[in-house]
């Protein structure tokens, strides 16, 4: 059987080669590990004493932190806390650094409470309008593209049309994305960006 040789471009054979691009990545990504560590800290103290709708077997506790280098051909590091996935149900909070795009803050909501939390959504919504949020327009939970097609800004004008994207929806995700250039994420601020975006949602979660 014959086979057409690979063959390496001449740029793709300089990176091959280039030591210092593959010690700096492995730097960077030490770098966002600790981000993301202390990020668990911030988080977990965020968590003492608040009243959240949640599934009677969820355990604020829990959580998981997670490296990649394929989201869409893309290395990735990602922080979920809390982190609850049982069967249907799921109440998690996750920060996904994502190499090439966005840091994106994003609270992943499915099961027995989606009507609620829709409720709540649409009941409390100028108190989450305005924020930088977003709510994810894709099929699935596992989008993390933004922009036209994929999410729809929480804005106060906008609450007729994101209650008729509701009307349609078994889950929710709303998230707030972050330019990786930006001085937060630059300045290893993550742990408190990540708080005050989920500090944004507790109307849609909380009691």
């Known amino acids: 059987m014959m086979t057409h040789p690979v063959v390496f471009t001449e740029e793709e054979s300089v990176l091959l080669a280039d030591a210092q691009f593959f010690r700096k990545k492995a730097a960077i990504t030490t770098k966002i590990r600790a981000m993301l560590e202390a990020t668990l800290e911030a988080l977990q103290h965020e968590l003492v004493g608040l009243?959240?709708?949640?599934?009677p077997d969820f355990d604020p506790h829990i959580h998981q932190l997670v490296k990649g280098e394929y989201l869409e051909d893309f290395p990735y590091q990602y922080l979920d806390c809390p982190k609850y996935f049982s069967g249907a149900n799921k109440f998690t909070f996750r920060t996904l650094v994502w190499w090439g795009h966005h840091v994106a803050c994003a609270l992943l909501l499915e099961g027995t409470e989606i009507g609620r939390y829709k409720r709540q959504l649409l009941g409390r919504f100028h108190?989450?309008?305005?924020?930088?949020?977003?709510?994810?327009?894709?099929p699935s939970l596992w989008?993390?593209?933004?922009?036209?097609?994929?999410?729809?800004?929480?804005?106060?004008?906008?609450?007729?049309?994101?209650?008729?994207?509701?009307?349609?929806?078994?889950?929710?995700k709303v998230v707030r994305c972050v330019p990786l250039g930006d001085a937060r994420v630059r300045e290893g601020q993550l742990a408190r960006m990540a708080c005050e975006t989920f500090r944004s949602m507790y109307p849609l979660v909380t009691l």
């Open 51 to 55: 009243s959240l709708v949640v599934p």
């Open 127 to 138: 108190q989450l309008a305005g924020k930088d949020l977003e709510l994810s327009l894709a």
């Open 143 to 172: 989008e993390w593209k933004r922009g036209e097609g994929y999410t729809l800004p929480i804005t106060h004008d906008r609450k007729a049309q994101i209650a008729a994207v509701l009307a349609e929806r078994s889950f929710l």
